[in-house]
């Protein structure tokens, strides 16, 4: 019988490399398929997907089952880590381009003012039932259509559309109440 997901990063936080290759060749493709989406160049979404599993095998044993899925778990690493090249790569093109300093204050105000953003959605997904977040977060951190999330868990695809839109309209309701712009 497979292993989960779950049980592979138990297995990799105690250092079992097989693990971690396995899953690898179960959540690669869909790690490399967003890493792609926000990065759009294959070298550097290679590279991110190759740092967050990296990550993965520094940081498995900080990965908690209660607060979510290891395939969700995984895929925030992957996109952490093709932002984190997005941002360098714009530095670096920045940088080239004008040597004159930029302004410290807008960007530091910019970066607080999406950290606060990101941590008002993050805990709006944590008051959504289950089956809702977890089709937001395969939809929006896996990269996935309705269809392929159909078929991932063998719901038909109507329940998903449906889990969607509730769960889209309960994060905006959500998000709105604590005043938070989307």
Same mark, same amino acid.
């Given at each position: 019988? +497979?292993?989960t997901?779950?049980?592979?990063?138990?297995?990799?936080?105690?250092?079992?490399?097989?693990?971690?290759?396995?899953?690898?060749?179960?959540?690669?493709? /869909?790690?490399?398929?967003?890493? $792609? #989406?926000?990065? #759009?160049?294959?070298?550097?979404?290679?590279?991110?997907?190759?740092?967050?599993?990296?990550?993965?095998?520094?940081? %498995?044993?900080?990965?908690?089952?209660?607060r979510?899925?290891?395939?969700?778990?995984?895929?925030? @690493?992957?996109?952490?880590? %093709? /932002?984190?090249?997005?941002?360098r790569?714009?530095?670096?093109?920045?940088?080239?381009?004008? *040597?004159?300093?930029?302004?410290?204050?807008?960007?530091? *105000?910019?970066?607080?003012?999406v950290?606060?953003?990101?941590?008002a959605?993050?805990?709006?997904?944590a008051? @959504? +039932?289950?089956?809702?977040?977890?089709? @937001?977060?395969?939809?929006?951190? !896996?990269?996935?259509?309705?269809?392929?999330l159909?078929?991932?868990?063998?719901?038909? $695809?109507?329940?998903?559309?449906?889990?969607?839109?509730?769960g889209?309209?309960?994060?905006?309701?959500?998000?709105?109440?604590? !005043?938070?712009?989307?």
């Open positions: 019988m +497979p292993r997901d779950e049980e592979l990063l138990a297995a990799i936080a105690r250092g079992d490399e097989g693990a971690l290759a396995e899953l690898y060749d179960r959540l690669g493709r /869909v790690a490399y398929g967003l890493a $792609l #989406r926000v990065l #759009r160049d294959p070298a550097l979404a290679q590279d991110a997907v190759q740092d967050a599993f990296l990550g993965v095998w520094r940081t %498995a044993a900080a990965f908690d089952p209660r979510g899925k290891a395939q969700t778990w995984l895929l925030t @690493l992957v996109h952490r880590r %093709a /932002v984190d090249v997005v941002r790569e714009d530095r670096r093109r920045t940088e080239q381009l004008d *040597d004159a300093p930029v302004a410290a204050a807008e960007s530091t *105000d910019e970066e607080a003012s950290r606060e953003q990101r941590r959605v993050q805990a709006a997904l008051l @959504l +039932p289950a089956d809702q977040r977890e089709a @937001l977060e395969l939809s929006y951190y !896996g990269g996935l259509t309705q269809t392929e159909a078929e991932r868990l063998g719901i038909p $695809l109507g329940t998903v559309k449906s889990r969607v839109f509730a889209l309209a309960r994060l905006r309701d959500l998000l709105g109440e604590a !005043g938070a712009t989307t």
